[in-house]
């Protein structure tokens, strides 16, 4: 990737997007399950709109990367660092699907309907489902644990090719 090589203007669009809506949704997370504040309700029903967004946004992003070349590399870069990375990617893109589905379902065993929006209303289980509920909470808990060391590591080795090997890796994604 030393050759100025980037992605598609889509690609980068939905990759930043879906960064910042990631960011937000992990952080509004661990805000919620650390406070019983009046607010709660609130974050929680912005939580679950924006979790569906998200869902859909993968969705499309997964569509487009699909489609789309990808840049190569830098082609000095070590065999285990081309692997971790492909290996990062590929798991940042299950949790991206899988927090959202993990956190559609609790709601579903829960009965509770998912407003999104206000706009549209998702059914649930006409009864509550406790062991698939706490399955469900369990596996969004431990999902979102893992999203977010995996994020930092995705900081990190941004700011490593750029700052570090001062490679194209992070320009490709930005310009």
């Known amino acids: ?16 997007a ?29 939580h679950k709109s924006f979790g569906i ?9 997964l569509l487009v990367r699909w ?6 590399l830098p082609s000095d870069l070590p065999y285990w660092q081309r692997r971790a990375a492909k290996a990062s990617h590929w798991l940042l893109y299950t949790l991206m699907v ?13 009965a509770r309907p998912v407003s999104v929006f206000d706009v549209v209303r998702l059914p649930a289980a006409l009864t509550v ?5 706490s399955l469900f909470r369990e596996l969004h808990g431990w ?11 995705h900081i990190a080795a941004a700011l490593y090719h750029h700052y570090y ?8 994604m930005w310009k």
């Open 53 to 61: 967004a998200a869902a859909l946004l993968v969705l499309v992003r």
């Open 143 to 153: 999902a979102a644990g893992v999203f977010i060391g995996l994020v930092i590591m």
């Open 18 to 46: 879906m960064a910042l809506l990631i960011i937000a949704m992990l952080a509004a997370g661990l805000v919620m399950v650390r406070s019983l504040e009046p607010w709660q309700y609130e974050l929680l029903w912005l």
């Open 67 to 72: 489609r789309s070349t990808i840049p190569a």
């Open 1 to 16: 990737m030393t050759n100025g090589a980037r992605f598609t203007l889509s690609m980068r669009l939905l990759h930043w």
């Open 129 to 133: 489902d406790i062991e698939l509920f």
């Open 98 to 110: 899988l927090m959202p589905l993990s956190g559609l379902l609790m709601q579903y065993f829960a």
């Open 165 to 172: 090997r001062q490679d194209d890796v992070l320009r490709s």
